[in-house]
C-alpha cells in the first residue's frame, strides 16, 4: 500500500471550512484514497472514500488532485465535534471477499478552535 | 452506532492471566477485524477473520489468537498477559460497497494489566 504523509495537527474555527490535507505520491492506480477519524477513545469512523472524481457525502467532500498524489478533506463547516484525529489511508480494493486490514499511519490531529 | 458490538468495555486483569474479547460484527458483515491501541503504538492491524477463516494476519502476538464463529461472531484470546498488553481493542466489521470498502468500528475494550 502507498505511503500517506499527513501533518501531525491543524487548527481550525468553528463554523469555518477545515482542509485536511494527505500527500500520497507512490499511489497507484488500482488504489483507493480512504478517510477516517478518530474522536478521543471511540472506534475509528468511517468519512468517505474515492478512487480519482472527487466525491461528496453528508460528512465531508474529498477532493484528489488530477495526478492523484495529494488529496484533500474538507469539512465544510466544522463544529467543536469535529475535534479529532483524522486518517489518510490508500489502499487497493478488497479482491474476493474481504479487506485486509486497513493500515492507519498517526493522522493529523484537528483541533476546532470556538 | 457502528453496529459493531464490543464486550466487555472495560477488562482489568492480572499479569500472567487470560482473557477474551468478544466482537459481534454488523448483521450481514461477514469480516471482522481485529485492532490494538496503545497510547505508544497507535491503531495496530491485528487480524482479520472473513466468513469464518482466517484471511489476514498483522503484528499480533504468538500469545494471541482469534476466531470467528458460525454465527459470524468473533473472539480474540489474550493469554499470559503482560502489563504492555494494556490498551484499547477494537473490532471492526466490513460493507463492501460497489468500490472499496468501508469498515465499521464497535466502540472497544479497554484492558487494564496490573
Known amino acids: 500500500d502507498a505511503k500517506t504523509t499527513q501533518p501531525p495537527s491543524m487548527d481550525c474555527a468553528e463554523g469555518r471550512a477545515a482542509n485536511l490535507p494527505c500527500n500520497h505520491s507512490t499511489i497507484s492506480g488500482n488504489e483507493y484514497v480512504y478517510w477516517y477519524r478518530q474522536i478521543h477513545s471511540q472506534g475509528p469512523q468511517y468519512i468517505i472514500h474515492g478512487l480519482k472524481n472527487n466525491e461528496t457525502n453528508e460528512m465531508a467532500s474529498l477532493i484528489i488532485t488530477e495526478d492523484r498524489k495529494s488529496s484533500t478533506l474538507i469539512l465544510p463547516h466544522a463544529t467543536l465535534r469535529d475535534t479529532a484525529v483524522y486518517y489518510c489511508i490508500v489502499r487497493v480494493a478488497a479482491s474476493g471477499g474481504g479487506a485486509d486490514g486497513l493500515t492507519f499511519g498517526k493522522g493529523t490531529h484537528l483541533i476546532i478552535q470556538p | 452506532d457502528s453496529g459493531v458490538t464490543q464486550t466487555p468495555k472495560h477488562l482489568i486483569t492480572a499479569t500472567g492471566q487470560r482473557v477474551t474479547l468478544r466482537c459481534s460484527p454488523r448483521?450481514?458483515?461477514?469480516?471482522v477485524y481485529w485492532y490494538q491501541q496503545s497510547l505508544d503504538q497507535g491503531l495496530q492491524f491485528l487480524i482479520q477473520y472473513y466468513n469464518g477463516e482466517e484471511r489476514a494476519k498483522g503484528n499480533i502476538l504468538e500469545r494471541f489468537s482469534a476466531q470467528q464463529f458460525p454465527d459470524l461472531h468473533s473472539e480474540l484470546n489474550l493469554s499470559s498477559l503482560e502489563l504492555g498488553d494494556s490498551a484499547l481493542y477494537f473490532c471492526a466489521s466490513s460493507s463492501r460497497t460497489g468500490q472499496g470498502e468501508k469498515l465499521f468500528f464497535g466502540s472497544g475494550t479497554q484492558l487494564s494489566v496490573l
Open positions: 448483521s450481514g458483515d461477514l469480516s
